[in-house]
């Protein structure tokens, strides 16, 4: 296996950039300049992919810019077959207590939620070598725009958060396994994610320092398969 090949397979197993460059006994700096290089390989393969889809299921993942202060979000596209079909990273302003402090250190954060889902449903238009027959996303009401522009023709379903999440939290009673999560492909995806790749991992300190690196990342988790074979 050569060098590209072997760093990505670390990146997306749960490493970081600097435990890669232990393991393969290289610099950090020399590493990090070969995950940047590898954006080359990521336009080219990604050009390549192809999918098919009966159904698809899409949602949102937040994760943070160095700080919760500076928190973004994933807009994450997915099929029947577990496969990853696109991810966008979008900048997002800060929610709750921290809105404010957010903006009076850092400034007013643009947000770029819709056009970074119309960007991921826009590319996988392009990979899918047939329509879907069914969409299904949580009930963001925001959703319903965004499916539409793009797949006016294809059933698109909308679950209540509430119950999805009244279903996981009751995980340990056999009546609640019995009720399959109708979005568990992608929420399956986004739990993957956080294990898989260092950055989005929960209470660690591998945070992403630039968006672009994170969404370099999430390319490479997506292409990762096809070129490790």
């Not at 950039?17 to 393991?23: C, D, E, N």
């Not at 999918?51 to 807009?75: G, R, V, W």
Request: charged share 30%; net charge positive; with cysteine.
């Amino acid at each position: 296996m050569d060098l590209n090949k072997k760093l990505i397979r670390l990146l997306v197993e749960g490493n970081s950039i600097r435990g890669a460059s232990r393991i393969l006994g290289m610099t950090y700096f020399n590493t990090y300049k070969k995950f940047l290089w590898l954006k080359t390989v990521v336009d080219i393969e990604k050009n390549k992919l192809k999918y098919s889809a009966k159904e698809l299921q899409f949602d949102e993942m937040e994760t943070i810019h160095h700080t919760k202060c500076k928190p973004l979000s994933i807009a994450l596209v997915v099929n029947e077959a577990y496969e990853i079909l696109e991810a966008k990273v979008a900048e997002m302003p800060a929610k709750g207590k921290l809105a404010q402090f957010s903006v009076k250190k850092y400034g007013a954060r643009k947000d770029q939620r819709n056009e970074k889902m119309h960007e991921a449903f826009q590319s996988v238009k392009a990979k899918l070598r047939n329509f879907p027959s069914i969409i299904k996303s949580d009930a963001n009401p925001s959703y319903q725009k965004i499916v539409s522009a793009h797949f006016p023709e294809t059933q698109y379903l909308q679950f209540n958060q509430a119950e999805k999440n009244r279903r996981l939290d009751r995980l340990h009673e056999k009546l609640s396994k019995r009720n399959f999560d109708p979005l568990f492909a992608v929420n399956h995806k986004c739990a993957l994610l956080r294990s898989h790749i260092k950055r989005l991992t929960r209470r660690s300190w591998c945070t992403t320092k630039k968006p672009e690196n994170l969404q370099l990342h999430l390319d490479l988790f997506i292409i990762s398969q096809e070129i490790s074979t």
